[in-house]
């Protein structure tokens, strides 16, 4: 019966030596499957690398082709960097696309950019013309009164020389007549009254003198 006893232990003690051998070697092998994807990073450039030679071959560069072409790496990655070559994808056709323009539709583009500058220039031309012929008037007016002003002072300065010259000739007739006068003084008998009448006239004279002489002056200063 001891025996017996110590056989099943013994098959036990192999049993349990046996499954853990087996459970030791494969937790090695998970660890060492980890070791290998955490060396294996999975980055944009290498699914790009794997797009191009699927293409190459003639393969569509789809999640399962490229899934079985690089045997590792999560899906989620896998997806978000397909997703991103895909989109690079299309905007390069996009940049292509607006590159792509026909030669009329350029004729047409530049002819409407070129209305467009030149109405811009006419509309600023056309207000410079306002602006320039608003301060034309203004300077016309201007001149216009100055010219008036000036006709006018010319007017009134050609009256006071006519007044003047009327002046001067009354004084040149006053002087015409004192000195006729004079002579015929001169040519009487009665030398105290001569005298006294010389003196007069004398005096006279050189009154009218000094007025001819400050209407001449007048004259001579318009």
């Known amino acids: 019966m001891a025996k017996d006893d110590d056989k099943e232990k013994s098959v036990e003690n192999y049993t349990n030596c046996k499954n853990y051998t087996k459970c030791s070697s494969n937790e090695s092998q998970q660890d ?8 294996k990073k999975l980055t944009l450039e290498i699914v790009e690398k794997v797009t191009h030679e699927l293409r190459a071959q ?19 990655t896998i997806i978000k960097y397909l997703n991103i070559i895909n989109q690079n994808k299309l905007n390069q056709e996009s940049l292509f696309k607006i590159y792509d ?24 031309a056309r207000k410079q013309v306002e602006l320039n012929t608003a301060r034309f008037n203004e ?8 010219v008036e002003q000036l006709v006018k002072q010319n007017e009134e300065l ?65």
């Open 139 to 146: 300077y016309q007016k201007m001149y216009n009164t100055n």
């Open 58 to 76: 003639g393969i569509e560069p789809t999640f399962t082709n490229v899934r079985e072409q690089l045997s590792y790496g999560s899906n989620s």
């Open 101 to 124: 323009i026909d030669k009329s539709e350029i004729e047409i583009l530049a002819h409407k950019i070129v209305n467009i500058a030149f109405e811009g220039n006419l509309i600023a």
């Open 158 to 222: 050609i009256a006071e020389k006519a007044l003047l010259s009327a002046e001067l000739e009354t004084c040149r007739a006053d002087v015409k007549a004192k000195n006729n006068h004079i002579e015929e003084l001169l040519n009487s008998n009665s030398s105290k009254e001569l005298k006294d009448q010389l003196d007069k006239l004398t005096k006279q004279n050189k009154t009218l003198q000094d007025k001819l002489l400050e209407v001449i002056n007048k004259i001579s200063e318009k």
């Open 32 to 39: 060492d499957t980890a070791k290998t994807v955490e060396t």
